[in-house]
């Protein structure tokens, strides 16, 4: 299966991603923006020199691709663990961050829990958060720490069985990224890692369902993200009859109005309506005519 790319740079549809919010490349371009410059060193080469470090950059979407289940990683707690440990009965929100990071990870963990707290849906119960550190250098002990933070401010009783916080190696780290098109670079004089902005939505059996760029989530994407990924199997009627109106659109990482299917509901709408009214008015005219010939 081809990769769907997002929209190259300079398209204006990459800062909408997020619904309004910055996308991945403005926030990449942020964070070098803060970043000192050497001496010397000329307004068009650090132009040249930071394209071509965010040219290794990026989120190429590869839908229903497999993540594989047999890589190993380490929880918060030290213990050995497998990818697929997490799969199996609910959809997985992905994220990918690192736990060091001071600038674009808390924002992006800020943002996906306000998010959560718009939905009903509870992890540990309806879905699983599964966050991933492509850090090779960090700990569990990190991992724990910033498990603490998020499940506090996230607030919701049995998080602490639905939000899980990994750490690895290098080699299951990079396969995981290659895996669901999770293109980052590591700048050694700074000790930074330059990356993108989102979050990935996981079928119950591992398989790449949603990409959702950005660091601010729209909950209705959320939420019609996690009920596609479930197939279905969470949710209410309601969500169903939004996700007839809204579909997916694989550019943006949002959901969009599907106009046509609207005005088909409106439609089906107003003939339900008319045909009770006129249903109700058959009924009375009866009644009349009964009463009327009684009376007679």
């Given at each position: 299966m081809n990769p769907v790319r997002p929209p190259a740079r300079g398209d204006s549809r990459v800062c909408r991603a997020g619904r309004g919010h910055p996308g991945a490349v403005t926030w990449l371009v942020l964070i070098f923006s803060c970043l000192p410059l050497g001496a010397g060193i000329t307004r068009a080469e650090a132009h040249a020199v930071q394209d071509a470090f965010l040219e290794e950059v990026g989120f190429d979407q590869r839908l229903a691709e497999q993540v594989p289940p047999d890589l190993s990683f380490r929880d918060e707690t030290g213990r050995s663990v497998r990818l697929g440990d997490y799969f199996g009965k609910k959809p997985v929100i992905l994220v990918l961050a690192y736990y060091n990071c001071?600038?674009?990870?808390?924002?992006?963990?800020?943002?996906?829990?306000?998010?959560?707290?718009?939905?009903?849906?509870?992890?540990?119960?309806?879905?699983?958060?599964?966050?991933?550190?492509?850090?090779?250098?960090?700990?569990?002990?990190?991992?724990?720490?910033?498990?603490?933070?998020?499940?506090?401010?996230?607030?919701?009783?049995?998080?602490?069985?639905?939000?899980?916080?990994?750490?690895?190696?290098?080699?299951?780290?990079?396969?995981?990224?290659?895996?669901?098109?999770?293109?980052?670079?590591?700048?050694?004089?700074?000790?930074?890692?330059?990356?993108?902005?989102?979050?990935?939505?996981?079928?119950?059996?591992?398989?790449?369902?949603?990409?959702?760029?950005g660091v601010e989530f729209s909950p209705r994407d959320l939420r019609l993200g996690l009920v596609e990924a479930a197939a279905g199997k969470i949710g209410s009627p309601v969500d169903q009859l939004l996700l007839y109106c809204y579909h997916y659109d694989p550019l943006t990482g949002t959901y969009g109005m599907v106009i046509m299917n609207v005005l088909r509901l409106a439609g089906l709408a107003t003939v339900l309506t008319l045909g009770t009214y006129m249903a109700v008015m058959l009924r009375r005219e009866r009644r009349t005519q009964v009463t009327t010939g009684g009376a007679g």
């Amino acid at each position: 299966m081809n990769p769907v790319r997002p929209p190259a740079r300079g398209d204006s549809r990459v800062c909408r991603a997020g619904r309004g919010h910055p996308g991945a490349v403005t926030w990449l371009v942020l964070i070098f923006s803060c970043l000192p410059l050497g001496a010397g060193i000329t307004r068009a080469e650090a132009h040249a020199v930071q394209d071509a470090f965010l040219e290794e950059v990026g989120f190429d979407q590869r839908l229903a691709e497999q993540v594989p289940p047999d890589l190993s990683f380490r929880d918060e707690t030290g213990r050995s663990v497998r990818l697929g440990d997490y799969f199996g009965k609910k959809p997985v929100i992905l994220v990918l961050a690192y736990y060091n990071c001071t600038m674009l990870c808390p924002v992006l963990f800020d943002g996906l829990v306000r998010s959560l707290r718009a939905i009903s849906f509870d992890a540990g119960a309806q879905f699983q958060v599964l966050s991933v550190s492509f850090n090779p250098r960090e700990t569990p002990t990190l991992a724990a720490n910033r498990k603490a933070l998020y499940v506090q401010r996230y607030g919701r009783p049995g998080t602490e069985n639905g939000w899980h916080f990994l750490t690895g190696a290098e080699t299951p780290i990079r396969e995981l990224t290659r895996a669901v098109g999770f293109r980052y670079s590591y700048d050694a004089k700074r000790d930074q890692f330059a990356h993108a902005a989102g979050i990935l939505l996981l079928t119950p059996e591992g398989k790449t369902a949603r990409y959702l760029y950005g660091v601010e989530f729209s909950p209705r994407d959320l939420r019609l993200g996690l009920v596609e990924a479930a197939a279905g199997k969470i949710g209410s009627p309601v969500d169903q009859l939004l996700l007839y109106c809204y579909h997916y659109d694989p550019l943006t990482g949002t959901y969009g109005m599907v106009i046509m299917n609207v005005l088909r509901l409106a439609g089906l709408a107003t003939v339900l309506t008319l045909g009770t009214y006129m249903a109700v008015m058959l009924r009375r005219e009866r009644r009349t005519q009964v009463t009327t010939g009684g009376a007679g």
